[in-house]
């Protein structure tokens, strides 16, 4: 019986000469979009060529990046990926992976100062509701650089959100509310 998984509980998906993805774990056939919903989920993965067994998960993961770009919701700036590109084969080459991982893991640990500082700073405005929603999306999409641990233990539920969300447009309304009525009390 063949191996599904490493001993340490990563799926192995064989790429075939005709460009097919095969799930070992699953016996299946997946897309890169499966991959892509694996990643999300804190699944860990590796892809090897099915014929030389060679590791190819770094071009695999490049290439669901490059999907996700031409989906026209772009998070890679042109003057980032110029940059970027212009570190190959420099003295910087060596450096930049550390760097960018580092920057990633900073990022992850100060997400929930940030959002406390955004949402403390427009409390009780207009604006407040708008600033929940562009939180929840922030966190949706920093949520894909947590490990599967810290996701499950840590980061409040759809449902949480949704309820926050809906507490801060309530409380926009009812600031609305209360400038409204306010000339009307003074006649």
């Known amino acids: 019986m063949k191996k599904h998984q490493t001993g340490d509980g990563v799926a192995i998906v ?13 016996s299946s056939y997946i897309t890169l979009e499966h991959l892509a919903a694996m990643t999300r989920a804190g699944r860990d993965f590796k892809v090897v060529d099915a014929r030389t067994e060679e590791d ?54 100060n997400q929930d100062q940030f959002r406390s500082a955004v949402e ?16 929840a999306m922030f966190e949706a ?7 599967p641990a810290a996701r499950a233990a840590g980061s ?3 449902k949480d959100r949704e309820i926050a969300a809906l507490k801060a447009e309530l409380a926009g309304l009812q600031a609305k509310m209360d400038k409204l009525a306010a000339p009307g009390d003074a006649a």
């Open 14 to 26: 064989k790429k075939y000469a005709n460009r097919r993805l095969y799930n070992t774990e699953s």
């Open 56 to 109: 190819i998960t770094h071009n695999i993961l490049t290439q669901i990046i490059m999907e996700e770009e031409s989906r026209g919701e772009t998070m890679l700036p042109v003057d980032f990926l110029r940059q970027l590109i212009a570190m190959y084969g420099g003295s910087m080459q060596a450096v930049v992976p550390g760097y960018l991982s580092a920057s990633l893991d900073s990022l992850k640990r």
């Open 120 to 135: 403390g700073a427009w409390a009780g405005s207009p604006f407040a509701e708008l600033v929940q929603r562009n939180m």
């Open 141 to 147: 999409a920093t949520s894909a650089f947590k490990p």
């Open 156 to 158: 409040p539920s759809a």
